[in-house]
Every structure is written in structure tokens, then in C-alpha cells.
């Protein structure tokens, strides 16, 4: 099989990450999450904190929740003023990935990847979910909030990455229509989870 990247994209609790994590090391690829922050801060030179600032999620105003701002493969002018802004280190951090996708294979979580590499060939584009009873199961272990406020912390991240997908792309973050393959994990565990995933790529990418 040529080179190829696996998309995730992953409601909070759903166990996407972790799937993200084993399909990778079954594969022999890379795994990519915060990680691209190291990389796109190393090969800017701007600091590491501020893509971690503006992380997956976007500045608490108003704008941003009725206005967007379709990245279209721009990046800003190192001299500019804007080199910093939110939009800028977004497009940064998308000309990673892109770079990243030319030339080895990966599993990247998040970031909009899945619209970011939308031209290329040989991507396959997972979403992952759960009802929010069983992400409140399986968190409920880790987290020492009360279950009802575990939901909303739930709800909240789920939002504000709805948010940030639904600002860098225009679309809807949970719509199916912009993957591939969409997995209710609550049925499947991770083993059936990467069996699935494992069929649907030699089908996806067979050459017969």
C-alpha cells in the first residue's frame, strides 16, 4: 500500500484517541496529536505556548460564534503583524500536516486534518462517538468531577470543538457527510474498533 493518513476526529469520551494510538502502533506508522504543536513550533520558531493557547479552540467572543474563516492554505508572512493570530497559527500548523502527509503515513487526531488534507488521495476520515452516558462511564474513572459534572464538561469540549472545526472549514464538525467512516464506539470495542477500521482501509485503498 502507498503512503496514506488516518484522520480522527473524536467527541470527548469517545475513545478516539486511544484508537487513534493502537491503530497506529498495529500499522508501524506514526501517531500524531499535540505532537504537530512541537513540530509546527520547531519549524516556525514561534513559541510552543501559543499553539497550545489556541489549540482546538477559539477566542470566547461573539464572532467567532456566528462568523468563520475557511483556511484555504494560506500562511501569513513571517513579518506580518498577524503571525500570531489565531488564523495564522492554524494555517501553520495545517502546512505540517500537509508536509507530513507528502511524505510518510500517520494517524493525526484532530486539527481540522480531515478537511486540511480533503485534496489528497489515499486519507481515510474517521469520526468517533458515544452517547454521553457512556463517555461519562468510561471518563468517570479518570476525573474526580461528579458524573453530572463530567456530562457538561462533556457537552463543553464537544462544543467548543464543534466550534473550532465549524470556523477553519464551514462545515458541521459532527456531519457525516465529511467522513469516511463515522464509529459509535459504545457498540464496538476497541478491538472490533480496529478490525473495522483495518477492512475499510485495504478496501478503501485497494487497487482491484
Known sequence: MDKFVITIARGYGS????LGKHLAEKLGINYYDREILNLTADATGINKQLFENADEQLKGTSLYKVASNVYRGEVIKPDSEEVISNDSLFAYQAKVIRELAKYESFVVI???ADYILKDYKNVLKLFVHAPVETCVNRMEDFSSLSR???KQHIYRTDKRRSDYYYY???RMWNDARNYDL???SEELNLVKCLKLVESYLEIKFSKK
Open 15 to 18: 475513545g478516539g484517541r486511544t
Open 110 to 112: 484532530g486539527r481540522c
Open 148 to 150: 453530572e459534572e463530567l
Open 168 to 170: 477553519h472549514t464551514g
Open 182 to 184: 463515522c464509529i459509535n
